[in-house]
């Protein structure tokens, strides 16, 4: 049996900020930027259908098997796996791919973290582009310079180093307070802004009426990749969130309350940027560069732009920062742990390490690195935890730490997922090879 352990280890300080803390790591660029791009072009509501039907099937269980992980031995992916496991070579190694997918995801994260950045400065000034042809020459600009990128990258990093450096209450769960909080705010007062335009009609219809029969094979894989990539999954985020975790708190409620507020943001961008994308009758599948190329010169274009491109940008910005935050906070911590570095140590050695090899994708293109980090290596970790949860951790531990009975059925239900359903579902994904 696995028993639970009580350590020195740092804890959230309230139910509240490790809410908001795990909703900000999961509420990211994803629910934006590729969130839209993959709507907008696989389907809008057959895409959302799929989406949504994933993320009950498959991202609540297992983003509450990573919680019970961390929780379980409060301990960070790799030592967490290596307790569990009894020190077996096999499951230490698939550990280390979720360390392996944070190091590398942060790495191209941050690039594109330096692209918001730098749209936050010229929506602040004044400066965004006011025609599509030169947004396509601003954005080609900055995405192939490396020396204006740097400057932009150097910036967002620092940033999410201090903020980790400060720890688990006084940084993370802080910070995450604050910008989630505003965050949230914001994207609900530019939500009422968007239906009220002409496009919103437009935006709901494609979003939300249903057409059963544009839900393909490769809309399915899509879809249900994006959920890993919605909710940070798969790269040790919320098994470290988790190891944080204080005795009495329900897992499965909090981890269908963070999944609500991921997928809520997620529907709430799309009928934000699909409402102005409509209102002046583009197409939704703009790709990749609707937040970048597409919209700036529609908010030049719309009463009040101005301020609406700042308050967009700088959303954008909040919840690049979040997620960065705990992107490196897994790195942080495998060190912590591992090799009893001290947090700032840790957060620092890695954060250099992180920025150095980040460097590389201010002078190259990032959509193979995201293919393989964001897609292979994130689902491989999913899997991994997945197989630990059903074939490893005995089902009495699983009631003990989820407080239940072991004959429950949500029990029960949870264990034949993570056992058999979530495992095919995966192994699915990676030979589909539509990550």
């Not at 310079?145 to 688990?168: C, K």
């Not at 802080?174 to 002409?198: E, G, H």
């Not at 890695?350 to 293919?371: H, K, M």
Request: glycine residues 10%; charged residues 10%.
């Amino acid at each position: 049996m696995v028993k639970s352990v009580t350590n020195n280890r740092e804890h959230w300080q309230s139910k509240c900020g490790f809410i908001l803390a795990s909703a900000g790591s999961a509420v990211g660029l994803g629910n934006f930027w590729r969130f839209s791009y993959l709507a907008g072009m696989n389907g809008g509501a057959a895409f959302v259908l799929v989406y949504l039907a994933s993320v009950l099937l498959i991202g609540i269980p297992l983003m509450i098997a990573e919680f019970l992980i961390g929780k379980l031995t409060g301990l960070s992916i790799v030592s967490a796996f290596r307790k569990i496991s009894g020190n077996r070579k096999l499951w230490v190694g698939l550990g280390l791919i979720g360390i392996v997918a944070s190091f590398v995801t942060l790495g191209y994260y941050a690039v594109i973290g330096g692209w918001v950045m730098n749209y936050l400065g010229q929506s602040l000034s004044g400066n965004l582009p006011t025609d599509s042809n030169t947004a396509v020459f601003d954005f080609k600009l900055l995405s192939t310079t490396p020396a204006l990128q740097i400057i932009w990258y150097t910036l967002f990093s620092l940033v999410v180093a201090g903020i980790v450096s400060r720890g688990v209450r006084a940084g993370i769960e802080k910070y995450n307070r604050i910008l989630m909080l505003m965050f949230l705010a914001l994207l609900a007062i530019m939500a009422v802004y968007a239906l009220t335009l002409s496009g919103a009609r437009d935006a709901l219809s494609f979003l939300f009426k249903f057409d059963l029969s544009k839900i393909t094979p490769m809309v399915t894989l899509l879809a249900v990749g994006h959920t890993f990539f919605s909710l940070s999954l798969g790269a040790g985020i919320m098994i470290t969130y988790g190891s944080y975790l204080p005795k009495k708190i329900t897992l499965p409620f909090a981890s269908v309350v963070i999944s609500v507020i991921d997928s809520l943001v997620a529907l709430l961008a799309g009928i934000v940027i699909f409402s102005i994308v409509f209102s002046f009758g583009l197409l939704p599948d703009s790709g990749a560069g609707i937040a970048f190329v597409t919209l700036p010169p529609l908010f030049a274009a719309m009463p009040g732009g101005a301020w609406l491109a700042a308050i967009f940008f700088f959303m954008l910005a909040a919840v690049a920062i979040t997620s960065a935050v705990s992107i490196l906070e897994v790195v942080a911590t495998y060190l912590m742990d591992e090799w009893g570095v001290n947090r700032k140590i840790s957060t620092w050695g890695s954060a250099i390490a992180i920025y150095c090899f980040g460097l590389i994708w201010t002078a190259n293109d990032i959509e193979l690195v995201d293919r393989i980090a964001g897609g292979y290596l994130v689902v491989l970790g999913a899997l991994a935890v997945s197989l630990l949860i059903g074939w490893t951790v005995p089902l009495n531990s699983l009631a003990k730490i989820l407080q239940t009975r072991i004959n429950h059925p949500m029990l029960r239900g949870f264990y034949l997922l993570n056992r058999y359903l979530i495992p095919v579902a995966l192994i699915a994904l990676l030979l589909g090879g539509t990550l």
